[in-house]
């Protein structure tokens, strides 16, 4: 079974250019997050989406950043325009519903996407 | 979500048992322990997590002390390939569960 996969994996664009990166959930799975590490701070959330609604996007840093997730599948979340204090690394991660077993407490993340603004 | 103390570094030798520490002396009822660990250039992985009994799965135990003020993630035989960063994680197991709470984490390096 494939895992989260993210895309680029690296991405190097100018101050106020356009990136938008892209993640696959495992597939199946109704929830889908992002999360950033930017340069020497801790692993931050961004937002939560469960299938195509934004369940909690209190994380999202300001309106330069956009997420969407068109019928539930994958995800992509766009920086316009980009600056400087974006660089970082953005992990995408996904989890099963939850039901009425509860949470199982695993998130499973992907590589991430390393976003270099110059 | 309470907050977390972890020390900053420590070391393991190969083979070995690895005893990884942390406080969370504001920790509610509700509120759940996790571990992930974060492998160089890697995404976060999942390790364990635990509400108040030690639990243990293929990777690691969890014990978690009986006021539940403090835990200790066991890896119990090293290898190269556990040097990472852990982190030990609160939190509620509410409906916004997912906004997991990173933070600085223990590097652990396991040495030959």
């Known amino acids: 079974e494939a895992g989260v996969t993210q895309f680029p994996s690296h991405s190097v664009i100018e101050k106020g250019q356009t990136v938008t990166l892209r993640c696959d959930p495992i597939s199946g799975h109704d929830n889908l997050y992002w999360y950033r590490r930017v340069m020497g701070k801790e692993i931050k959330f961004l937002l939560h989406f469960v299938k195509e609604s934004k369940q909690d996007e209190s994380g999202m840093p300001n309106n330069r950043f956009l997420a969407e997730r068109t019928g539930g599948t994958y995800s992509t979340l766009k920086v316009q325009p980009a600056e400087l204090e974006d660089s970082g690394v953005y992990f995408c991660?996904?989890?099963?519903?939850?039901?009425?077993?509860?949470?199982?407490?695993?998130?499973?993340f992907g590589e991430g996407s390393r976003l270099t603004v110059l | 979500d309470a907050k977390t103390t972890q020390p900053t570094s420590m070391d393991c030798a190969e083979g070995r048992a690895a005893n990884l520490p942390c406080n969370h002396s504001t920790i509610s009822g509700n509120e759940y322990v996790y571990w992930y660990r974060q492998i160089h250039s890697q995404g976060p992985q999942y390790i364990i997590h635990g509400l108040k009994n030690n639990e243990t799965n293929e990777m690691a135990s969890l014990i978690i002390t009986e006021d539940r003020k403090s835990s200790t993630l066991i890896l119990p035989h090293a290898t190269l390939r556990d040097t990472a960063v852990y982190y030990c994680i609160v939190r509620a197991n509410t409906d916004s569960w997912g906004k997991l709470q990173f933070g600085a984490g223990t590097q652990v390096v396991v040495t030959p």
């Open positions: 991660a996904s989890s099963q519903d939850w039901g009425d077993r509860g949470f199982s407490g695993e998130l499973f």
